[in-house]
C-alpha cells in the first residue's frame, strides 16, 4: 500500500470516527419505562371502612331490686345456659341506722300513731253506746206504732238515728285500723339493720342467664350495693356475629341493599364474606383526622362466612372492610396509575414501536388500582404506568424490564 492510500485510508477512518461520535452525542436517548397491557376482566369498586365485630344479640342483666349483689357467681368467658346458670345473686336492702333527729321523729310518729289508736277506739266505744240508745229508742218506737200510740214519721226517726248510730261505729273501726297501720309503718322505721348472717337461700333472689351464650362482661365480681336497675353482667353468643362500619353518608347512599363486604385484618389468613344487613337511619357529624366535619353513618354486616373460618374472633374486635358498591366480569380497564389529566380529559400515553402516543380517551368507574375504559382504547395495547415529565407524544421509549 502506497504512501496516499494509507492517508486516505486514516482521513476516511477518521471521518467515519467523528460522524459515529458526533450521531451518539446528539440522537435522543430513550426513555425507560414500565407498561401494562390494556385487558379484560371483572372490576369491583370497593368503599373502604374501619370495622368492628359486635355481637348481634345482646343480654344487659341488671338488678331487679335495690340491695347488696353478691360476688359474681360466673366471670367473663364462662358459658351460661338459659334458665339453668345462675348468673347473679342480690340480697334485699335492709334498714338503715337512723341518724339522732330520724331517730326522734320516727319515735314521735310512732307516739303518735298510738295516740291516734287511742282516740279511735273511745269513738268506737262512743258509736257503740250510742248505737245501742238507738236501738232501744227504736224497738219502743216500733212497738208504740203497732199498738197505734205512735206515729210512723217518729218510727222512721228512730230508724235513721239507727243508721247513723251504726255507721258511726263502721266509721270508728276503719280508724283503728287506719291507726294500727301507722303503728306498723312507724315501727318498721325504728327496726335495726340484720347481722346478714342468714343463709342465701332464705335471704336472696337469684338471676338465673336469660339466654344461651357465654359471659363477655361482669361489672365487678365483689360484693357491692347496687339500686335496682344498675347492670351487672352482659351475656351473648359469640358464633352470631355482626359488623358495625362507620362509613360516609355519601357513600352509604350508594350501596345496595345486598352488598358484599370482604373483611380482612382481623387476625385470620382468609378473608372472610359478610353481606349488608342495615344502614342506621341517621347520620351524625364526626371531625375528621384533618379537622373536617363529615356526615357518617353506621352501616351493619352479617357474616355468612363459616364459624370455623373465623376461629377466635369474638365481640368488640377490629377488622377492616371492603364493601362491594358496584361489579362487573366483563370489562376494559387499565391499571390506574396509567391516566393522567389533560385539561378536563383523560389521556393515556401508548408504547407504539417504540414511540410514546398520547390518546385522550373516557374512563368509568374506578377502584384503588384499575379504571374502566370506555372508549378510545383496545384489549391487548400497552400502556406507560406512572408516566413521569420526560415522557411527551413522539419521544422514544424502551420498556424497562423486571427483575
Known sequence: MTHSTRTISLILLGIALITGLTYVSFRTQPVPVD????????????????????????????????GTAMRS??????????????????????????????????????????????????DLKQAQETSTYAR????????????????????????????????????????IDMADGKIQ??????????????????????????????????????????????????????????????????????????ALAYVERWGGDAVLEAKLDRIYPQARTKVSALGIEEQRVDAYFTLTSESDARANLNDGFSVFLRIVEWRADDVLQVPLSAAFRKGPEWAVFLLQDGIAELRVVSLGRRNDRMVEVLANLTEGEKVVTHPSDKISAGVPLVERRQP
Open 185 to 258: 309503718r312507724a315501727r318498721a322505721n325504728l327496726l335495726l339493720p340484720t347481722d346478714g348472717r342468714l343463709a342465701q337461700n332464705d335471704c336472696c333472689v337469684e338471676i338465673k342467664s336469660p339466654a344461651d351464650g357465654i359471659v363477655l362482661s361482669v361489672a365487678a365480681i365483689s360484693e357491692r350495693p347496687v339500686t335496682a336497675g344498675t347492670p351487672l353482667l352482659s351475656i351473648g353468643d359469640p358464633e352470631k356475629l355482626e359488623l358495625v362500619a362507620d362509613i360516609l353518608s355519601n357513600d352509604a347512599v350508594r350501596l345496595p341493599s345486598d
Open 35 to 66: 407498561v401494562a397491557t390494556v385487558s379484560r376482566g371483572p372490576l369491583e369498586v370497593t368503599i373502604n371502612a374501619d370495622g368492628q365485630t359486635k355481637v348481634r344479640d345482646l343480654y344487659e342483666v341488671a338488678a331487679p331490686i335495690s
Open 136 to 175: 232501744s229508742q227504736f224497738e219502743r218506737t216500733r212497738t208504740m206504732v203497732e199498738r197505734g200510740v205512735a206515729s210512723v214519721t217518729r218510727l222512721e226517726d228512730a230508724s235513721q238515728q239507727l243508721a247513723v248510730a251504726d255507721a258511726a261505729i263502721e266509721a270508728a273501726q276503719a280508724r
Open 73 to 122: 357467681p360466673v366471670h367473663e368467658g364462662d358459658t351460661v345456659f338459659a334458665g339453668e346458670t345462675i348468673v347473679a345473686i342480690l340480697r334485699p336492702s335492709s334498714s338503715v341506722l337512723l341518724d339522732a333527729r330520724s331517730q326522734l321523729q320516727a319515735e314521735a310518729a310512732l307516739d303518735e300513731a298510738m295516740a291516734a289508736r287511742v282516740v279511735a277506739e273511745a
